[in-house]
């Protein structure tokens, strides 16, 4: 990897308007940086130290000083006598020196964004299942991928703790996919990750925006719905080929400023024929769902496996996608035939199929009013019952949102704990629990996923209808959050298997 000198960091820095004021560094600006940082766990010789986060303390810079930090970079003076740059904006700088530091790997694969409030997991991972198709066609490298679920880099592969991680990392993860001979890279693409600079330099080759709905407003996440949304809008100034979901909220606003910030602009819809890309004839089979698409040259068939109306969606942004990408009509076909996302619209039953269960990661107002209301659609006859909780601390509407539309669709509701952090799981249910008894009286407060699933399993099982059960939030998640600390727990997936798979042992040699 190419290294760069000292003085080639402060010149781009210069070049970005971000310097206040350069300190002792004259005798350092021919030297060559080894290592560019922000973490003071992970310092070598000669490193260039980034000060970053609002809780970052004088001990983390001398100890990183001890272990071959040479210069830092920071917002402030600290009482070090190291050559330092003060900055006006360190999220910023930590995202330019990150992509110079990593030699600019953005320039050498085609990044794809996904934005919006709902849906950007399945739809990378359409894009991504159409993409490793193309692949081993092609006999290349399959595709990288950052998302809430996992990241995978060809070389880094590990379960995610947010949706879009640092600049830093995001650059690493880059420069691992190019260096593995990957040609593309799909990613989700967070309202924070672009409030707080984290793809700053990342370029889309294409940037899809999904949907808008109130979300992540929070004193430590967005003060409003304005904020959130001038925030998503952000990814376009980054996008060559921006794609805008017609039937969203807000939706011409949004395609005016797609049109004024990025190079070209595509639109895809349900519901309306005056777009690039819209579906018709849409129907079920079974559980799988068939539909036909209008694309700028052609008419074509496709089925989805995966349940969920709402999905055809997800899959019209990938279908745009992998359109503008070349890839041809009979690979995206098979691509999203097969395609899985990982804890999205799992499907489990027991083998009479008295019980079903969909393992889902919704967690916010759009995504519960799209399941909620394609279950009541698609699984007609059956009880409906949720099992879900709501995080510590922040997105605090997803309370009311989320009690709302539970308790309107649900026959019974439990109220489980989903990452409460420092916050008491009661005092979380407790709240959710006064929004679901504005439509029933049918709830329960138990702290434990898996034994919310037991019991529910346990009472559907002596009911006359047949039960599907909506176990929502935390997907195949094999950590949970409490206090600062991500604790090792057993994913829903896991819950899921294990409890049917006991209603069965259960009911073995019994007639159906």
């Given at each position: 990897?190419?290294?760069?000198?000292?003085?080639?960091?402060?010149?781009?820095?210069?070049?970005?308007?971000?310097?206040?004021?350069?300190?002792n560094?004259?005798?350092?600006?021919?030297?060559?940086?080894?290592?560019?940082?922000?973490?003071?766990?992970?310092?070598?010789?000669?490193?260039?130290?980034i000060?970053?986060?609002m809780n970052?303390?004088?001990?983390?810079?001398?100890?990183?000083?001890?272990?071959?930090?040479?210069?830092?970079?920071?917002?402030?003076?600290?009482?070090?006598?190291?050559?330092?740059?003060?900055?006006?904006?360190?999220?910023?700088?930590?995202?330019?020196l990150?992509?110079?530091?990593?030699n600019?790997?953005?320039?050498?694969?085609?990044v794809?964004?996904?934005?919006?409030?709902?849906?950007?997991?399945?739809?990378?991972?359409?894009?991504?299942s159409?993409?490793?198709?193309?692949?081993?066609?092609?006999?290349?490298?399959?595709?990288?991928?950052?998302?809430s679920?996992?990241?995978?880099?060809?070389?880094?592969?590990?379960e995610?703790?947010?949706?879009?991680?640092?600049?830093?990392?995001?650059?690493?993860?880059?420069f691992?996919?190019?260096?593995?001979?990957?040609?593309?890279?799909?990613?989700?693409?967070?309202?924070?990750?672009?409030?707080?600079?984290?793809?700053?330099?990342?370029?889309?080759?294409?940037?899809?925006?999904?949907?808008?709905?109130?979300?992540?407003?929070?004193?430590?996440?967005?003060p409003?719905?304005?904020?959130?949304?001038?925030?998503?809008?952000?990814?376009f100034?980054?996008?060559?080929?921006?794609?805008?979901?017609?039937?969203?909220?807000y939706?011409?606003?949004?395609?005016?400023?797609?049109?004024?910030?990025?190079?070209r602009?595509?639109?895809?819809?349900?519901k309306?024929?005056?777009?690039?890309?819209?579906?018709y004839?849409?129907?079920k089979?079974?559980?799988?769902?068939?539909?036909?698409?209008?694309?700028?040259?052609?008419?074509?068939?496709?089925?989805?496996?995966?349940?969920?109306?709402?999905?055809?969606e997800?899959?019209?942004?990938?279908?745009?996608?992998?359109?503008?990408?070349?890839?041809?009509?009979?690979?995206?076909?098979?691509?999203?035939?097969?395609?899985?996302?990982?804890?999205?619209?799992?499907?489990?039953?027991?083998?009479?199929?008295?019980i079903?269960?969909?393992?889902?990661?919704?967690?916010?107002?759009?995504?519960?009013?799209?399941?909620?209301?394609s279950?009541?659609?698609?699984?007609?006859?059956?009880?409906?019952?949720?099992?879900?909780?709501?995080?510590?601390?922040?997105?605090?509407?997803?309370?009311?949102?989320?009690?709302?539309?539970?308790?309107?669709?649900?026959?019974?509701?439990?109220?489980?704990?989903?990452?409460?952090?420092?916050?008491?799981?009661?005092d979380?249910?407790?709240?959710?629990a006064?929004?679901?008894?504005?439509?029933?009286?049918?709830?329960?407060?138990?702290?434990?996923?898996?034994?919310?699933?037991?019991?529910?399993?346990?009472?559907?099982?002596?009911?006359?209808n047949?039960?599907?059960i909506?176990?929502?939030?935390?997907?195949?998640?094999?950590?949970?959050?409490?206090?600062?600390?991500y604790?090792?727990?057993?994913?829903?997936?896991?819950?899921?298997?294990?409890?049917?798979?006991?209603?069965?042992?259960?009911?073995?040699?019994?007639?159906?």
């Amino acid at each position: 990897m190419e290294k760069y000198k000292v003085k080639e960091y402060i010149e781009l820095l210069r070049e970005e308007n971000l310097i206040n004021e350069i300190i002792n560094c004259d005798d350092i600006l021919e030297k060559e940086v080894n290592l560019v940082s922000y973490n003071s766990k992970e310092i070598e010789e000669d490193t260039l130290f980034i000060c970053k986060g609002m809780n970052f303390k004088d001990e983390y810079l001398k100890e990183a000083i001890d272990n071959g930090v040479f210069i830092y970079v920071a917002e402030k003076k600290y009482n070090v006598d190291t050559p330092c740059v003060i900055v006006n904006d360190i999220r910023k700088a930590l995202s330019c020196l990150s992509a110079m530091y990593f030699n600019y790997p953005c320039e050498k694969v085609n990044v794809i964004g996904v934005g919006g409030t709902k849906g950007k997991s399945t739809t990378t991972y359409y894009i991504k299942s159409i993409l490793d198709e193309y692949s081993k066609i092609m006999n290349k490298k399959d595709t990288a991928v950052i998302s809430s679920i996992d990241t995978y880099d060809g070389v880094e592969n590990f379960e995610s703790h947010i949706t879009t991680p640092e600049s830093y990392d995001i650059q690493k993860h880059l420069f691992n996919a190019y260096n593995c001979g990957m040609e593309n890279l799909v990613m989700e693409v967070s309202s924070q990750a672009l409030k707080l600079e984290r793809v700053a330099d990342v370029f889309f080759d294409v940037g899809i925006f999904m949907n808008i709905s109130e979300d992540h407003i929070s004193p430590i996440e967005h003060p409003n719905f304005e904020d959130y949304y001038n925030s998503k809008l952000k990814m376009f100034a980054n996008t060559k080929n921006a794609i805008v979901n017609m039937d969203a909220d807000y939706a011409d606003n949004t395609l005016s400023v797609a049109k004024r910030d990025s190079a070209r602009v595509f639109t895809f819809s349900m519901k309306n024929k005056n777009t690039d890309f819209y579906a018709y004839d849409i129907r079920k089979d079974g559980f799988n769902t068939l539909f036909k698409v209008h694309t700028p040259t052609y008419d074509e068939d496709f089925i989805l496996t995966m349940p969920g109306l709402f999905n055809i969606e997800n899959a019209l942004a990938a279908i745009a996608t992998t359109y503008l990408m070349d890839i041809p009509v009979d690979i995206i076909r098979h691509g999203l035939k097969v395609a899985r996302s990982s804890g999205r619209m799992e499907f489990f039953h027991t083998k009479d199929m008295k019980i079903i269960v969909l393992v889902d990661y919704a967690h916010n107002k759009l995504s519960f009013e799209k399941l909620f209301s394609s279950v009541k659609e698609e699984y007609k006859g059956r009880r409906i019952v949720a099992i879900f909780g709501c995080p510590g601390k922040k997105a605090l509407l997803r309370r009311k949102d989320l009690g709302l539309i539970a308790g309107k669709y649900s026959d019974f509701v439990y109220l489980v704990a989903e990452d409460p952090g420092a916050e008491p799981v009661i005092d979380i249910s407790t709240e959710i629990a006064k929004y679901v008894k504005e439509y029933t009286n049918n709830y329960a407060l138990i702290e434990d996923r898996g034994e919310a699933l037991e019991d529910a399993i346990l009472k559907a099982e002596k009911e006359e209808n047949p039960t599907i059960i909506l176990f929502t939030g935390k997907g195949r998640e094999t950590r949970q959050k409490y206090g600062n600390e991500y604790l090792p727990c057993m994913s829903d997936v896991e819950f899921t298997e294990k409890f049917l798979g006991e209603y069965d042992k259960r009911h073995e040699g019994k007639e159906e």
